[in-house]
């Protein structure tokens, strides 16, 4: 079946440093990949996606680039802020059925940024 | 633009009381599921809906149900509550090859 695998964490970072968050995938199909954040205390609300091999999502700073020959979505910023703290999710969407619902979810980056 | 909304936001349940999280979404979205989060486990899926009429379990159903009655509304139902239950629980919904949205959390402490 689908499978989404990405670093757990906690990721430690001063401000302004790089940040990748790596996340490799399998699926049987052609997924959309998305990334998704979730600051304290409330629900994942999408940061960028991807539908198609080689395509860039952006978003708020954030870049992740669908790769299908390394079965890729690595996250990635140039300068980080205190404010980017949050959990961060990769997910990929197939068609759904066999028992799942289609969305594949990684189990999420605890991101910490120190000032 | 509501979106998807969760009610409660905050439930105490005694071992043993039944109880029914309410998920409404705006979007007129086919798809809608029910997550639960725990620490260190990321997002496991309890049930999800392709439409009205039609439900599927997902990986952890046990202790749960679900009905699908109108293309809005996708409630969840915790039968005999029991202290393993107690999480943080999101709906979402989404259409065919769309991202997910989701609702801002039902956080349930069963004691």
């Known amino acids: 079946g689908d499978s989404v695998t990405q670093m757990e964490g906690p990721v430690t970072l001063s401000e302004e440093a790089f940040l990748t968050i790596n996340c490799t995938y399998t699926a049987t199909g052609y997924p959309s990949l998305f990334w998704y954040v979730q600051y304290p205390g409330e629900g994942l609300q999408l940061l960028l996606k991807a539908t198609k091999a080689d395509d860039k999502g952006s978003n708020k700073g954030f870049e992740a680039t669908y790769r299908k020959e390394t079965t890729s979505f690595h996250l990635e910023k140039g300068s980080v802020q205190v404010s980017d703290s949050a959990v961060y999710f990769c997910?990929?969407?197939?068609?759904?059925?066999?028992?799942?619902?289609?969305?594949?979810f990684g189990k999420g980056t605890h991101l910490i940024i120190q000032p | 633009n509501a979106g998807v909304t969760q009610t409660p936001k905050f439930q105490v349940l005694k071992t043993g009381q039944s109880m029914t999280l309410q998920c409404a979404q705006d979007m007129n979205h086919e798809y809608m599921s029910w997550y639960r989060q725990d620490p260190g486990m990321g997002l496991r899926l309890i049930h999800y809906s392709v439409g009205a009429g039609i439900t599927d379990q997902g990986e952890v159903p046990n202790g749960y149900n679900v009905s699908r009655s109108t293309t809005e509304d996708f409630p969840l139902r915790l039968l005999s509550a029991a202290p393993s239950q107690t999480s943080v629980y999101f709906c979402?919904?989404?259409?065919?090859?769309?991202?997910?949205?989701f609702g801002q959390g039902t956080r349930l402490t069963v004691v």
């Open positions: 997910a990929l969407s197939d068609p759904p059925g066999g028992g799942a619902d289609g969305l594949t």
């Open positions: 979402a919904s989404r259409g065919p090859y769309t991202e997910a949205f």
